[in-house]
């Protein structure tokens, strides 16, 4: 899962993953008040990363820096 926040406390991350009908891009969204939820259908794991590149580099042309996720040592 990529997280990407912004300064104001709006964040954004998507993973790949499935829902009812199959292979899906999950994108989590939002701010301190109210977050949302948007299922992307997609075909193949190959077109889910790509998807999420595209998204992310959006994000980035709008302030949101991506969080490190790996954990503490």
């Known amino acids: 899962m990529e997280i990407w926040t912004r300064p104001d406390g709006r964040f954004y991350c998507s993973e790949l993953g499935r829902d009812l009908f199959g292979l899906a891009v999950i994108v989590y969204y939002g701010g301190y008040r109210r977050s949302r939820v948007r299922i992307v259908a997609v075909d193949s794991p ?13 994000r980035a042309k709008h302030g949101y820096q991506r ?3 790996s954990p503490p040592a």
């Open 46 to 58: 190959a077109n889910g990363e790509k998807l999420m590149a595209m998204m992310a580099a959006r």
């Open 67 to 69: 969080v490190d996720e």
